[in-house]
């Protein structure tokens, strides 16, 4: 079992860049999958990027060159790094983490992209 523990949402200016946070009550280190996912209104969570044990990451095409994830085993953080952002990366962030078979959630945090 894990808590986990998003922060570093806000507004920010198309182009603009934000970094997400998400503490775990945990070690990361052996978590199977850690993620970022993320909802906008009306619409279905969508899967924005993972980072395996092992280190492999994968990301949603439209995230591709423009979004970095990463974690910090000391601290039992993963991060994701968001530049070049555009109005419809406006969603709330959701962490994610596979300890099979069950998958742990955060509360989520809120990003807007606007002028």
């Known amino acids: 079992q894990v808590q986990l523990v998003e922060s570093g949402g806000g507004l920010v200016q198309p182009g603009g860049s934000l970094r997400l946070s998400c503490a775990a009550s945990r070690n990361i280190s052996s978590i199977f999958v850690m993620g970022w996912y993320r909802q906008a209104p009306g619409k279905q969570r969508e899967v924005v990027a993972v980072?395996?044990?092992?280190?492999?990451?994968s990301y949603a095409d439209s995230v591709k060159g423009r979004f970095t994830i990463s974690r910090d085993n000391a601290k039992n953080t993963v991060y994701l790094q968001m530049n070049s952002l555009k109005p419809e990366d406006t969603a709330v962030y959701y962490c994610?983490?596979?300890?099979?078979?069950?998958?742990?959630w955060g509360q989520g945090t809120q990003v807007t992209v606007s002028s």
């Open positions: 980072l395996t044990r092992s280190g492999s990451t």
């Open positions: 994610s983490a596979r300890i099979l078979p069950n998958t742990y």
